[in-house]
């Protein structure tokens, strides 16, 4: 069965920090990622996904996540943060064919202004 | 347009009650999922529907939780006997089709229900 693990469930830093969310994923077949992101008082929504090919997605607000296969893992990284971006952040996976999504448990992003 | 919408926010209700979710999807969406969501955990799947019929319901706990979608839009989630475990967030979430993964989800605000 599929899994996912996030590493750090609360971090906080000072804008203007460097942001690295670790994630790995246990699934023995080819998988889609994902990073969801809810902000406070809003719905959750999706931050950046990767399906296939380069192994570095950009996605909203200057995030972007690596995709490494061989250690199962899908970092979410954001180089300079801003007090926005506090909000919990989701990793996820699919098998590629299957709409069912597994969600990490959360990381809670703290940003100090 | 508008989102996917869920009634009613919040839902308080006693131990061995039944009670009712209601999920709209964005309109034109075929696909529509069911996540629910306990305190400091991420979503956790529950059914999904392709048109009117049950794709994949493997994340129903147990036979209490049924869900249908008649028409192929509007959605309810359904518990009966509800135990204090049930208490969590319930989240739907809608897609333009279904059936190879890619596509994003797009979430309700979710309904919140507490069993007492």
């Known amino acids: 069965a599929q899994s996912v693990s996030q590493h750090n469930h609360h971090v906080i830093l000072s804008e203007a920090a460097s942001l690295e969310l670790g994630c790995n994923y246990s699934y023995g077949g080819t998988v889609n990622l994902f990073w969801y992101v809810q902000y406070p008082g809003q719905h959750l929504q999706l931050l950046l996904k990767y399906f296939s090919g380069d192994p570095l997605v950009k996605g909203i607000k200057g995030f972007e996540a690596e995709f490494i296969k061989s250690k199962f893992s899908f970092n979410l990284r954001k180089p300079s943060v801003q007090w926005s971006d506090t909000a919990e952040y989701f990793c996820a996976v699919n098998d590629w064919r299957d709409d069912k999504i597994i969600f990490g448990k959360g990381t809670r992003l703290h940003i100090l202004p | 347009g508008a989102g996917v919408s869920q009634t009613p926010s919040n839902k308080v209700t006693e131990k061995g009650k039944y009670v009712e979710l209601r999920c709209d999807p964005i309109?034109?969406?075929?696909?529509l999922y069911w996540y629910r969501q306990s305190l400091g955990q991420g979503p956790e799947f529950l059914i999904y529907?392709?048109?009117?019929?049950?794709?994949?319901d493997s994340g129903l706990p147990n036979d209490r939780f049924f869900a249908v979608r008649p028409e192929g839009s509007v959605s309810t989630l359904k518990i009966q006997r509800t135990e204090r475990g049930d208490s969590a967030m319930y989240l739907c979430a809608s897609t333009p089709g279904a059936g190879n993964g890619h596509n994003e989800q797009f979430f309700g605000p979710g309904t919140r229900l507490t069993v007492l």
């Open positions: 529907f392709q048109g009117t019929g049950a794709a994949d």
């Open positions: 309109s034109g969406h075929t696909a």
